[in-house]
Structures are given as C-alpha cells and as structure tokens.
C-alpha cells in the first residue's frame, strides 16, 4: 500500500516521534509537520521491532543535507534510549556504520536540545524566547565573553553565527563590460559594427572590477585567549559563507593553516576539525616565531590584492626580542591593513606596559577590543568602511 494513503498513527508512537522531530530542530535540523507525517506513516510499513530500520527510516525522511548525518545519529541514539516505552528496539540488530561514528562535533548542541523540556506546544516555546527584554540584549552585548555562563556563550554564539560582513568592495585593474563604465571596448564595439556594415551604432564601454578584500585572521590560542578565539572563529565561520576570500591560521607555539577546515558548514564541526588538526591549543605563546613562520610560507600566496589582517592575540610574548619587531614590520609592510585585536583593552586603565605590546603597536594600523559582541559589531563596521587616507597611523579604539 502506497505510503501517501495510510493514516498517521497516535498514541505513544506518534508522540515519540513529534517529540524527535522537536528535538532535531532545537539541533538544528530543519524539520516541517510534513516529514513528521511522512515519517509516521512510513513507520507502519516497516518491522518497528528492528531498531537498524528505524534509524534508516527516521534518517531518510528527516535528513537532508550530509552535515546533519552526524547531528541526527546522535540525536536518534540520546532520544530513544531514553524513551522506555521503546526499550524492545534497543536489542534488535544494530545500527549501520556511520551512525555509530563518534559525532563529537555536535554533541553539546544535541546534549542541549534534548536536556529542553518537551512542551505540547511549540508557540508557548517561542514566546519565552520572545520575553526576553531590551535591558537583558543590552547586557549581553556588554558582556565579557570570559564572564559568561555556558547559556549565555550559546546565546553569542547564535548572534554571531547571524552577523555579516558587507563587501567592501576593492578596486582592481581589471576591467569587465560596464554600460556606465569609463573606458571605451575597442573590440566589442568594432565588432558589433561589422553586423551594419562598419557604422558605429552601439558604443560598449569597460568598467573597473571591484571584488571584496581577502581578510587573513591570525589567532592567538594559548591559554589567556581561549575563551576569546573560540568565539572569533564562529565570526570567521559566519563571515567564510559570504567571503570566498578568508585565510584563517591558529597560533600558540607553532603555526597551523585552518582555512580548510573551516570551511565545514556547520560551525561545531568546523570547530572540531580545527581543535583535531592543532597540536598546542591553550599552550605557550611565541608570537614572534609564529610570525616567522607565516611570513616566510604564506605572506606571499594570501597577502596579495590587498588582504587584510586580524591579528587576534593578547600580545603576551614570553620571548620579546628584536625579531618580533621585525617580524611585526614586515607583515605590516605586506598587507593593505592590519588590525590588532586585544581583550586586555576592555580594561579601561589599560596601559601598553608588556614588552612585546611595546614592540608590536608600533606596526599596526587599528588597535581594537574582541571581548564582547559590542567589540566584533565594531569590528564589522571598520571592516565594511573604506580606510582612512592616511590609515598608517595607529587608530585606538575605547573598550
């Protein structure tokens, strides 16, 4: 019998499922009243007693894109050993292979959604997000991320993962056919006269090409920063979508490339990827032998057509010499803007005391906080703007 004639279930079964279906989109996985209709109906047609045919079921019907596989697998397992009414599934045959990977990246954001009471409900579940007033928003944006509880970092998290950065456009020597552009199209334009016969009726014009400016981030990650890196690389992650053009390296006591892993689309695994591909998170700092080190193998392949630089670090050097300063200077002279991003100027007393911030402000164009999301809202706006005429000189900003 076709799937589309069979009545949905109720009872104890329907409300497992309405319940999953809840869950999975507190996770993340997009989930209409539709695919939960579809799924009641296609598990009449199956043996319910196998727990490898429910999986499969659930998964074809609820899952629609690869990165939610790993999401879903762990959700299906946290839900449904819980659910004792279902404990008969639990013996049966065993789930397919890639439901039984560690799906580490998502776990705390499963963790999450299924620790979130189940309402009848879903509206009552939006005005309590909806309650929250003007005064507390405030407060969040204020806030320093390394004061924040873990419901709190989650709340930043999602307000980071919905910002984006305009494309400031850059102006290069290329040139693309343009009706309002300024140069004349030689070739297009004697072309087209050939179709009447060598009169010049249409006259095509060139325009200059603008493409956004490659934005390289350099991340300090060693233990006074790590509160504060994790939540940049969700603004990177966010802003990646967009920008094609966006070169992301790690540092503490050696330099690691996490562009690529990066890339993932959904933010905790891409989080995961760079936390398994770094081997001194919440370390040591060497700053200047990480410097080295970007300078020498990658300032020439990302610092091209203007690129811009975050440079996202406490400043804390343990080995403040000459080659810091070197090393500082000639990553300056490379880029088109550097911009320095420090969580020790949320203090309002803050004084350039250390010897490696000494050595280091002299190179730098902008001098910006990154402690709360008032800090990165302030960072998008500089991002987005043109730079100063003269924007060699240092800029400072108030925490």
Known sequence: MPIDHLNPPTGQMADNVVGFARALRAAGIPVGPGAVIDALNALQVIEIGKRADVFTTLEAIFVKRHEHALIFAQAFDLFFRAAEEWKHMLDSVPLPDHAKKKPPPASRRVQEAMSQPQTTEMPQAQEQELRLSVSD???????????????????????????????????????????????????????GSLRTGGDIIDIHRLGRIDKPAPIVALLDISGSMSEYTRLFLHFLHAITDARKRVSVFLFGTRLTNVTRSLRARDPDEALARCSSVVEDWAGGTRIGTSLHAFNKLW??????????????????????????????????????????????????????????????LPHVDEFRPVHNLSSIEGLIAALSSAPPPHHRSLIRTAA
């Open 299 to 360: 300032g020439r392949r990302v610092l091209g057509q203007g690129a811009i630089v975050l440079l996202i670090s406490d400043g804390l050097e343990r080995e403040a010499d000459a080659r810091l300063a070197f090393e500082m200077d000639r990553l300056h002279r490379s880029c088109r803007r550097l911009i320095w991003l420090n969580p020790l100027l949320r203090f309002g007393g803050f004084e350039a005391k250390a010897q490696g911030i000494k050595m280091m």
């Open 137 to 191: 928003k405030e407060i969040l944006q204020k806030k320093d991320f390394a004061q924040m509880s873990a419901a709190e970092i989650a709340q930043v998290t999602r307000a980071i993962a919905q910002m984006r950065l305009p494309q400031a456009e850059l102006r290069t020597r290329r040139y693309q056919p343009d009706a309002r552009g300024l140069r004349l199209d030689m070739r297009r334009t004697l072309r």
